[in-house]
T-cell receptor, first 109, second 114 residues
Framework: GQQLNQSPQSMFIQEGEDVSMNCTSS?????WLWYKQEPGEGPVLLIA?????ELTSNGRLTAQFGITRKDSFLNISASIPSDVGIYFC?????????FGTGTSLTVIP | DVKVTQSSRYLVKRTGEKVFLECVQD?????MFWYRQDPGLGLRLIYF???????EKGDIPEGYSVSREKKERFSLILESASTNQTSMYLC?????????????FGPGTRLTVL
């Protein structure tokens, strides 16, 4: 099966700090997605990446599709309390989605 | 506003009971998925369906079955619940057409098996 490594597993940061998380895989993917799951809710799509090397921003979020197509990172700048949640990378091939183990983010006001 | 709904947010069942988890989507999506979420393990795919009456095993199908009699509804069945099936269960749907790659998730059902 696919080996997908997401790190870090958890982060505790001060409000205003920048955050960085990444996923690496043993396999090549054509699409990398990043989801956020807020407490008590299902995951919601944040950013979608479709080409190797692509760098995409969504407000304070920036994500990149690695040039090898085996990795991706997500950065959050100037974190705020509502950034709290679990962030998942989700590479995709065909109709099959794969999910990382998640990065749990806590923002301390 | 697109929506995936799950029949219960919280459910408590006893070992050996038959459990039904229902999921309904209003987006006319062909694809529907059931995942379980456990701390440190992320989302693991149990079953998925690409069309009515079609089903495919995911990574952890043991102890589960599914039913898709209508396009909008995908049911997860625990034939005889066991304590190791205590978990958060998430349903999702997606469309195979166009450029959208997004899966839309329901709010989840937290199942406790005593």
């Amino acid at each position: 099966g696919q080996q997908l490594n997401q790190s870090p597993q958890s982060m505790f940061i001060q409000e205003g700090e920048d955050v960085s998380m990444n996923c690496t895989s043993s396999s090549i993917f054509n699409t990398w997605l990043w989801y956020k799951q807020e407490p008590g809710e299902g995951p919601v799509l944040l950013i979608a990446l479709y080409k190797a090397g692509e760098l995409t921003s969504n407000g304070r979020l920036t994500a990149q599709f690695g040039i090898t197509r085996k990795d991706s990172f997500l950065n959050i700048s100037a974190s705020i309390p509502s950034d709290v949640g679990i962030y998942f990378c989700a590479p995709k091939t065909g109709n099959q989605f794969y999910f990382g183990t998640g990065t749990s983010l806590t923002v301390i006001p | 506003d697109v929506k995936v709904t799950q029949s219960s947010r919280y459910l408590v069942k006893r070992t050996g009971e038959k459990v039904f988890l229902e999921c309904v989507q209003d987006m006319d999506h062909e694809n529907m998925f059931w995942y379980r979420q456990d701390p440190g393990l992320g989302l693991r795919l149990i079953y998925f369906s690409y069309d009515v009456k079609m089903k495919e095993k995911g990574d952890i199908p043991e102890g589960y079955s599914v039913s898709r009699e209508k396009k909008e509804r995908f049911s997860l069945i625990l034939e005889s619940a066991s304590t190791n099936q205590t978990s958060m269960y998430l349903c999702a749907s997606s469309s195979p057409w166009g450029t959208s790659n997004e899966q839309f998730f329901g709010p989840g059902t937290r199942l406790t098996v005593l």
